[in-house]
């Protein structure tokens, strides 16, 4: 390990970064950490400032993270006591929020299908659009239609740049396998985040400014005017589209339990009773959310924040991992590092987040530094899925406590898309009888007691 100096606009904060590409993430070193300028605007920088957040949603004060058993976010490589190790001073026992033994191995359902146009569920005059940049979008629904369990929470699950939310069958189907309703919400992804901040004749939408990931993420799901390089209006934003949409399900079809996802008033949404996930884009929003609420789990599939240059935040000596005096992209470990807002305070805690990547993927050299950002590793790292036995009886043990999981599986829609391989129908890798490889992971994380 080596102790450097990451610059985070004038902050200066140093940590301890690894030494070679498959060590474990950065961690802070708690005691040598120097604020150049006010903690305004820091609220939980790398989880060691405890000031109150704004819910960016109501702008009222939602004060300091909850007190929770979860490991502190910022002690992500050598907490070997965390509560996600699976550490329970006995070999082989796990926790009750771990145990995986009475999980049921998945297998598709038969469910009822349901689109609905964004523009139907508008209130009070107000516009809520359909075609977003020249294509036309409905969220799409599953609900499980055999009279299998009905859990309280609603699946809300975000696609990937320029998808369409039924490209996601199979993921929305373990989501109804579990009881949930299952939503792919339409708004407006047809640009990825990275291009929107890639004008390099815009300083405020180039690479120069490390934070514009996180104002284009906010304005996309708050609609708030925090970036110039984008407009989402109020009402096009993803939380009021949700909004929206719980509402008008309580309206049209009042038996079907939406008004569990709303708040006692009907007017905010109830983000306890929400699980989150999304791919890509989508995993990087799904995150904010979890963020800035306590919501009731999240799945980031992917990708967990976007990225910036190494250089942009580190001297360049502490990018240089393998010292040989220069950064390529060839070696993206060295070149890229996770954006500074993966490391603030997060209103969901750990033990309620998972994680996935592709061992192929870009996202493979930064995700796993932002997962840990998160404190989503106790003292684990990640998990490789493709070697274990039979569902669920291997996994109740193999799986205990994890929350990253990995997979080095071949795409079914061409070698080298590892990364649509993830999430989407046509590309995510099968088993013999046509079953996504990753389904026993996903149900899991969906299922898994966290409480």
Avoid at 72 to 88: F, I, N, Q, Y
Avoid at 255 to 275: C, E, M, N, P, S
Avoid at 399 to 406: D, K, Q, S
């Amino acid at each position: 390990m080596r102790t450097i100096l990451i610059r985070l606009g004038q902050v200066d904060v140093v940590v301890s970064r690894r030494d070679d590409c498959a060590a474990r993430p950065p961690t802070v070193n708690h005691g040598t950490m120097k604020l150049s300028r006010s903690l305004l605007g820091l609220c939980g920088l790398l989880a060691l400032v405890a000031c109150p957040r704004a819910d960016r949603s109501t702008g009222t004060d939602t004060g300091a993270l909850p007190d929770t058993s979860a490991p502190d976010s910022a002690d992500t490589a050598d907490s070997a006591d965390s509560a996600d190790s699976g550490d329970t001073g006995e070999t082989g026992v796990l926790p009750p929020e771990c145990d995986a033994s009475t999980l049921t191995a998945y297998a598709p359902v038969p469910v009822a299908t349901f689109q609905i146009a964004p523009s139907s569920t508008a209130r009070d005059g107000e516009t809520i659009d359909d075609t977003l940049q020249g294509t036309y979008k409905e969220h799409y629904i599953q609900r499980r239609d055999d009279g299998g369990p009905d859990r309280e929470e609603l699946f809300l699950w975000l696609g990937g740049s320029g998808s369409e939310p039924q490209n996601y069958d199979y993921i929305l189907n373990m989501a109804a396998f579990a009881g949930y309703t299952a939503v792919s919400l339409a708004y407006d992804n047809e640009t990825s985040v990275g291009d929107t901040c890639g004008h390099d004749d815009v300083p405020e939408c180039s690479s120069a400014n490390v934070d514009c990931e996180e104002q284009v993420r906010e304005e996309m799901i708050y609609g708030v005017d925090t970036s110039p390089c984008l407009v989402v209006t109020p009402e096009n934003s993803i939380e009021h589209r949700v909004l929206r949409l719980l509402q008008y399900g309580v309206e049209k079809v009042p038996t079907a339990g939406f008004d569990r996802y709303l708040d006692a008033t009907k007017q905010q949404v109830d983000w306890t009773h929400i699980a989150v996930g999304g791919w890509s884009q989508g995993g990087g929003h799904a995150s904010m959310l979890a963020r800035d609420h306590v919501v009731a789990r999240a799945l980031f599939v992917s990708k967990g924040a976007g990225s910036v240059a190494c250089t942009d935040v580190m001297a360049e000596t502490d990018c240089d991992l393998d010292g040989d005096g220069g950064l390529t992209r060839d070696n993206l470990d060295e070149y890229v590092v996770p954006a500074p807002w993966a490391y603030d305070e997060r209103l969901t805690p750990p033990s309620h987040e998972f994680g996935s990547i592709h061992m192929e993927e870009d996202a493979w050299y930064y995700s796993d530094e932002t997962f840990a950002a998160f404190g989503m590793y106790g003292a684990q790292t990640p998990f490789l899925i493709d070697d274990v036995g039979p569902y669920p009886e291997a996994y109740a043990d193999a799986y205990g406590c994890t929350h990253v999981f990995a997979t080095d599986a071949t795409p079914s829609c061409g070698d080298n898309d590892f990364h649509k391989s993830m999430a989407s129908d046509f590309c995510m890798a099968l088993d013999d009888d046509g079953v996504p490889l990753l389904a026993p992971a996903y149900v899991y994380a969906l299922t898994v007691p966290v409480e």
